[in-house]
């Protein structure tokens, strides 16, 4: 989504870990049997004629006048064995149709290797949506925005040379395009609804008025999209209600409709009728597609809230007129794994959305449908619906675990940079490194000279943590922190004489906290993208070791070497040393409930439970605490919890499983623009 984004300040993440050796307590080598996802049949029975159409400016369901009051949902936000209860929490909101993205990224995350399971099974989901009378407005992309990484493009995209020009006619961007729809559409194609499925509508990119205005590629993706899926499907569009977005964005005549989206709290009818001079004559039933019920948050930043009597109010505006609207977002859900994205106004205005995509929509990220927001449009909703609502079932149950004693089981540093390290002269991009998500180690050599040295890198995504130490053996030792170099305050660091006997180690571990998903700054390789300087000069030779954590559906990597000499090295409680380390410890279940993970008191860094990756933590910037947990990723008896804390541990080394979200965490609570 992008909601003509002048920027509102918002704002980002999954990894895996490796079974590890002697080092890190082990972690499962696949996810729980929980976590299998909700398997999809293919019926070929014969069914009545259905067909789903626009004509004097309404949308007809077979042959009957039909409103749209729909929700955004997205599969890849919320575990599969959660779909039909968010689904089933929608349909009692009162929406008749369902509205998702497809991220390309989820489904490709390396060239050639494709992903139509557990999370990333989206035939399930749509066949779900079927089962419970539910319509699906599909938003295949290419690009989809999201708040989601690069905007749902693959990462392997930015490894291309020479470099492609996304989201353009450039042959070598659509034929990627092409083979990706070639596998995707097809897929899907026997669930339009006119076959029999729940598929009434596909969009074709996503906002692309407010980026660009090439529309050889709004054709070519609508010659692809007919060719598999046929004429009699419905493509449309969305972009902001402006003149300027639809006339960039749009396609004249009737082979697309144009929707389009707003602020909510704008008058929405002088835009609809805007909306008719993009569509052809009685092709234009006022839809708003991206009816905003929230926003979005970036770490930073206070949790975005909006008003529920306003929302409703808005919402009642268009429905009480006959319009249609599709609720942005009907429940938000997680950014589980490193998946979560960021927005930047200007190259060094860099904003990382948050782990959680709650978006102060209706159905929270848990599920809960008892806030005021959802009985308002409810109540709304009831007075405009063809059918009476079901009954709101009850929030799912939460259970506060307790305390959960953590042990630091290794440093980062421990890793033997002798193996899995590539060389160069120069720093490369994490992309060409291989590593898409997660960190990258960069390790370099210098001598020293005087008091000390300025270290700078002109330009860093997104967040470099700096360490030196001696190489010399009777000074071997832990390496040193001396500061941090941030994407969004890019200032140099002071590395201080460490009086080595021969030359000084340098690393940096550089942090991807999530590609810009909207914007012309959209190509945001990661890493170190330029020289690294000291005192100005060049620094050369740099060793660069990927740090092998899995992302969203990814399996186990097993590719880390580490010292076994300083394996067994353990941290005691009430010491705090500014490393990046891995903390494990064990819980015990007795009932299987949702619940959270408490991060007040730690710095910065990723948890998984299960082997579950659930998301980034970083409570001293805020305003998210807690990580939620959902139900399927534990089990019953014993639990494991497996950190990376990029920082400082929280001195007792202990993290506290509670039955509640908690977004008031952060320093100077909270400024709008922070980072």
């Not at 020293?448 to 030196?468: C, E, F, M, N, W």
Request: with cysteine; proline share 6%.
């Amino acid at each position: 989504m992008a909601k003509r984004r002048n920027l509102k300040k918002t704002s980002t993440i999954v990894i895996f870990l490796l079974a590890f050796t002697t080092v890190f307590a082990p972690l499962p080598s696949t996810l729980p049997n929980s976590l299998k996802p909700y398997k999809h049949h293919h019926h070929h029975q014969l069914v009545p004629a259905r067909k789903f159409e626009i004509a004097n400016d309404m949308f007809w369901k077979d042959s009957e006048p039909f409103r749209i009051i729909g929700g955004d949902l997205h599969y890849f936000r919320t575990l599969p064995q959660y779909w039909e209860d968010r689904l089933l929490r929608a349909k009692a909101l009162g929406l008749n149709a369902i509205q998702t993205y497809v991220p390309w990224n989820l489904h490709e995350p390396k060239e050639g290797q494709l992903d139509f399971d557990g999370i990333a099974d989206i035939l399930s989901f749509l066949e779900l949506c079927h089962k419970l009378d539910l319509l699906v407005m599909l938003r295949p992309g290419p690009y989809i925005c999201a708040e989601w990484d690069f905007g749902g493009f693959p990462a392997w995209l930015l490894t291309k040379e020479p470099a492609i020009t996304l989201r353009s006619s450039d042959p070598r961007y659509l034929a990627l395009v092409d083979s990706w729809w070639g596998v995707l559409l097809p897929k899907i194609a026997h669930l339009l609804y006119h076959k029999g499925g729940p598929i009434i509508m596909v969009q074709i990119e996503n906002e692309f008025g407010s980026y660009g205005d090439d529309k050889d590629y709004l054709h070519h993706l609508i010659n692809l999209a007919r060719s598999h899926l046929g004429d009699d499907i419905i493509l449309y569009t969305t972009d902001g209600g402006t003149t300027y977005t639809l006339t960039r964005g749009t396609i004249q005549g009737d082979a697309v409709f144009s929707a389009v989206d707003f602020s909510t709290g704008e008058d929405p009818w002088p835009i609809f009728k805007m909306q008719k001079l993009f569509n052809a004559p009685g092709k234009s039933p006022p839809l708003s597609a991206e009816f905003y019920t929230g926003w979005l948050t970036h770490w930073g930043e206070s949790i975005a809230k909006t008003d529920a009597t306003s929302t409703a109010s808005s919402l009642e505006n268009i429905l009480s007129k006959n319009g249609s609207a599709v609720l942005y977002m009907a429940h938000g859900g997680t950014n589980f794994g490193f998946y979560s994205g960021a927005n930047a106004a200007e190259e060094s205005q860099y904003d990382a959305d948050l782990t959680s995509y709650d978006y102060d929509a209706p159905i929270s990220e848990s599920g809960d449908v008892d806030g005021a927001k959802f009985n308002a449009l409810r109540g709304v909703i009831a007075k405009y619906s063809a059918t009476s609502l079901p009954p709101v079932p009850l929030n799912n149950k939460k259970t506060g675990y307790g305390h959960i004693q953590l042990e630091k089981t290794s440093a980062l540093f421990d890793i033997d940079l002798s193996t899995k390290a590539i060389e160069s002269e120069n720093p490369i991009s994490m992309e060409a490194a291989g590593q898409m998500f997660g960190f990258l180690l960069y390790a370099s050599e210098y001598t020293a000279k005087g008091k000390g040295s300025t270290l700078s890198i002109p330009k860093v995504h997104d967040r470099a943590q700096v360490y030196v130490t001696c190489l010399s053996e009777d000074k071997r030792g832990k390496p040193h922190y001396v500061g941090t170099i941030n994407r969004w305050s890019n200032k140099p660091v002071y590395l201080p004489n460490a009086e080595c006997s021969s030359t000084t180690r340098l690393f940096i571990l550089v942090e991807n906290m999530g590609r810009i998903n909207y914007g012309q700054y959209l190509f945001d390789s990661k890493g170190i993208l330029s020289a690294v300087y000291l005192d100005g000069k060049p620094l050369l030779k740099w060793k660069m070791l990927p740090i092998p954590l899995s992302n969203l559906n990814e399996a186990p990597k097993n590719n880390l070497s580490f010292n076994n000499s300083v394996s067994a090295r353990k941290t005691r409680p009430g010491v705090s040393i500014k490393e990046p380390a891995f903390y494990s410890g064990n819980f015990i279940v007795d009932k299987v409930t949702d619940t959270y993970m408490s991060f007040n008191g730690w710095g910065k860094g990723v948890a998984f439970v299960n082997n579950f990756n659930i998301g980034r933590y970083w409570p001293s910037f805020g305003p998210q605490c807690n990580l939620y947990v959902p139900a399927p990723v534990l089990r019953p008896g014993n639990n494991v919890l497996v950190i990376l804390e990029l920082e400082s541990p929280e001195p007792k080394l202990v993290v506290n499983s509670v039955d509640r979200s908690d977004f008031t965490c952060g320093s100077n609570h909270l400024k709008l623009r922070q980072l």
